[in-house]
């Protein structure tokens, strides 16, 4: 009977409980499942926020078991590709999502499902679909299966063409969303109508009645109608030194190039104007960017062989006209306004999310806040090494790898386990890790060098410690450790300020080894007062015999070996280490300082220079006639020493060039002093016969040639077994003309890119003539990969270009263009001595 008054009491409803549970288990069973999932998602967020305490074992992306992913369809852009099976619709990520499995339907039992490699490609913060899910047949209806709903959107405006049939939808026209609109302004010009670009919008839909702008590119609304074009980027926009051939037909030299629709801003022309410099866009030349014509303005030198380089967009509509076509019938529907769109919701399991633990706990407090990577953590643990155990000089070092991108060890105890130089990109350390045995795999760029000692007869002998470098991009030593670093440095202007404020010469801050004779007046500037100078005997007060001469070191020499190299330490960089792609953390030298430089003893000073040194050859070898040569000479102690040559701090030198002039006593006899001017030419692509995938190094080779023929070239042996291939970089030419030597452009030509030489006097022997050449021996990772044996060493990007070489040097006082002067890698030093 009913324990109360009320009709339905606890035991009927206790009965009507267990038949709805019963009926609807189905739906109970999902619910505890969802249940389940919240818990298990619940308890490994759990497991990671407790991880993210450590900086070694912080998960580097979490884990969600599934992820919501909506697509609207005006966030999708089309892409060209090579062949139509490589054209994708694009979507970028604009959350922290990092990589998932599929893209589903439903979170249980999916019906409908995407899969990577087959509908989709996945990229860094992009998602690469094979057709757009939003409209996959052009008919505005999405993928089947898949849920989706109307959204109201902001779009930067709405445009249309008057003279479009009204059956006809622009998606027939070929036009789709990430093309760009083009409005154009045309104009009479005396040869032929002229149009250029007023502005561009990208398309963010693609409608049957209109195209509708991003808002980050809005229209105007105009009344008149509208010059307008239809743009896409193509799969290779960058056309790279493509020759210039130029024809009168028109009334004015022109060059018709091989696309139209230039971008503004790309191109770049390369050849010699009227005076030898560099042509000057709007002073030797203009350009027609909506044609694809370039017009000469000033005579060009011939003999340049001109090159342009440009990017370009090809045309989508219209799609016939005259070139380049155009259509004028445009009209702005409207300003920015909105539209309805559709988006559709799709499930990611399994999914990888960067919630940025690493750098909200780590990096935040280093100023250094990066998207998360293994790189990144390690980049992390280098700083805190270096800042919590101290700035001794093997943690500076490898704090100093971390920063560049190049990984070091991990864990105490690991042991070399394998080298594998064989790929053409990388090389790859592996190591075991104690305790678990573990293989831990290290991957550097392939012209990162790495240490002599990993070879495979170190394999499972030898042992490193946690944070040791495995390159050596970066060196950092001191005088302990080297002694004689400090020699031929020359002593930063921070360390060596003079009494009266002004600057120290680079003569008086240079530590050479080598010795000075102790003359009044001696070349390297010495003053009364400078530390070592003493009257009548060297720096250690050492008096020679009578009718001896006395030879002393020079004041930055005994600063440094007295005072400074104990407040010193060196820091050694290959330039590779700035250049190759994993250098993702710092990429200039005050990066290194603000977060590596920084931590060091408040008493000791770095001094930074590059790995590779270059030196410089100045040659007189008659009085009023002179020829600057540069060559590259791996021994810094093979350098000759030439009387006469003087290095001159020159505050009135072109901010173009390095700052430093030479000045040259060219004898007694003519009682000229002429100034040398030395720079470096950037290395560009395609110039200097210079391909994307280059190595190099330098040879000398020799042998005896005949001339018998003016004007005639003759082939310099030496030409590398193909496919490599070679450039003349310094030629020398054992013979003479009335007892003189020979000048280059003179008596001779150099054509370095066939490898001859060309004869252009009578010269006073002809045949049997010794031939010295340095030249490049060039390869290429397309046709095989560098021999190290042989010193083979990649193109350094921002490097000056180790082409370049000598010529047209007879009057150096009037030469506007110093690059013609020689060739250089790496920073001018000029080390000289005075006569003894």
Known sequence: MPLTDFPHGFLEGLSDFWQRFFNEADQLDAMYQGSAILMGQAYLDLLSNVLAVSLKDAPVFHKEYFRLVTLREDQLRYERGAASDDDRWVYAITDDLVAFASLDNRVLEPTASLQERLDYDFAPREIRFKVDPTDPTGTGVPLPGFARRGLDVAAGGAFDDTARAAATSWASLGVRKGDTLRLLDVGPDPLHPQQRKRSDHAIALVRHAALFVSTATPLVAMAEPQSYLVLRHPARPDVTFEPLVFSDSDGRTTASLGHMHLDEGSVRVFARGPDGADVVENVDYVIDHERGELHRLTAWQESSAPTIHYTWMEEVWPQDGGVPRASTTGVVRSGPTTTRVVQMALWAPDALVDRRVLARNFGSLIGVERDSSESYRAFLRGIFQLYVLGPVLERIESALNVVLGLPVVRDDGEVLAGVDTSEALVNRVTTQRPGTRQLATYEFPKETPLRADLTKAQVGRLTFQA???????????????????????????????????????????????????????????????????????????????PGHAIFRHRLAFVLMDRFLKYHTFFVRFDPTAFAQAGARFARSFSDLETLVLTAKPSHTFAIVQPATTFLDRVQIPEAGVYQPQRYHDADPEAAEVYPGVEALPDPGQPSALLGLGLRVGLGAATGLQDRVLFTDGPLVFGANDWRFGDYFHYETVSGPLDFPTVGVPVAVPGLPAPPRRRRLVLVHINATLGERQLVENVDYAVDPRTGTLTRFTAWDHVAGVLVSVRQLDIGNLAEAGPDATRGDMPLLLGAPDPAHRTTRVVDIAAATDARDLGFLEGALTVRVLPAV
């Open 467 to 545: 944070f040791e470098p495995l390159t050596t991009a970066i060196t950092v030593t001191d005088y302990v450790q080297a002694p004689s670093w400090w020699q031929s440095v020359m002593v930063p202007p921070e360390l060596f300020a003079e009494a009266s404020g002004t600057p120290a010469t680079r003569t008086r801050r240079t530590a050479s080894p080598f010795y000075v004779k102790h003359v009044v007046g001696a070349n390297d500037q010495p003053r009364f007062g400078d530390p070592g100078l003493k009257v009548g005997a060297d720096e250690h007060g050492f008096q020679p015999p």
